[in-house]
Structures are given as structure tokens and as C-alpha cells.
């Protein structure tokens, strides 16, 4: 088992920036995939992006491509999301996922190790 704990959340004017931390514990030699889901209220979880483990490879959904830089730390088996240019509508519950699977995958049923999720509120 794999164990994540999500830290940085937090509230940011537009245009602000925040970076989110992911900490991995317990069996993280089984940790080839890391992911960032984000649930707005009263929408469905959606995919925000993911690194493969051992090579760094990435992966953004269109609506933060060139905002947000996903990236790992793999002596310190913490992952990040430096989210920059924040907007409202980046205003969610931002969770981390891990997997053992090194295809790369925007399925959250792809991935079977689940953060508690962190606040992140951008005002306008």
C-alpha cells in the first residue's frame, strides 16, 4: 500500500500562484505513476495532469497546459503542481493519485492510490 498526503492548498487571488505537495509513503517502490484530480463543487472529478515515476514523462488536460508544471522529487518521493496564472475557475479540491501502472492514464478509476484532497480557492 501506498500512502499520499496532499499539503499547499490554500487561498489565492487570480493570477496568484500556489504549489501543491504530494507525499508518498509505505510501498512507493510501487509508485510508477503519480496524477492531480480536482473536484469543483457539485462537478464530477476531473483530471488536471500526471508524471510517470521513473522518467518524468507528463501530461496536462488542455485547460492548464502552460499554467501548471507537474514534476517529482523521487529521493523525497514527493510530487508537485506548481500552478501559476490561477483562475476562478481553478477553484477546487485538489487531490493526488498514485498507481502502479506505468501507462499513462486521465481515468481516476486507473488509479488506486488516493490523497484526503487539499482546498485551493482562487477570488476574482
Known amino acids: 500500500q501506498v500512502q499520499l498526503v496532499e499539503s499547499g492548498g490554500g487561498l489565492v487571488q487570480a493570477g496568484g500562484s500556489l504549489r501543491l505537495s504530494c507525499a508518498a509513503s509505505?510501498?512507493?517502490?510501487?509508485?510508477?505513476?503519480m496524477g492531480w484530480f480536482r473536484q469543483a463543487p457539485g462537478k464530477e472529478r476531473e483530471f488536471v495532469a500526471a508524471?510517470?515515476?521513473?522518467?518524468?514523462?507528463?501530461y496536462y488536460t488542455d485547460s492548464v497546459k502552460n499554467r501548471f508544471i507537474i514534476s517529482r522529487d523521487n529521493a523525497e518521493n514527493t510530487g508537485y503542481l506548481q500552478m501559476y496564472s490561477l483562475i476562478a475557475d481553478d477553484t477546487a479540491v485538489y487531490y493526488c493519485?498514485?498507481?502502479?501502472?506505468?501507462?499513462?492514464?486521465?481515468?481516476?478509476?486507473?488509479?488506486?492510490?488516493w490523497g484526503q484532497g487539499t482546498q485551493v480557492t482562487v477570488s476574482s
Open positions: 508524471i510517470r515515476w521513473n522518467d518524468g514523462y507528463t
Open positions: 493519485a498514485g498507481d502502479r501502472d506505468y501507462a499513462m492514464s486521465t481515468r481516476s478509476r486507473n488509479y488506486d492510490y
Open positions: 509505505g510501498r512507493t517502490d510501487s509508485l510508477y505513476r
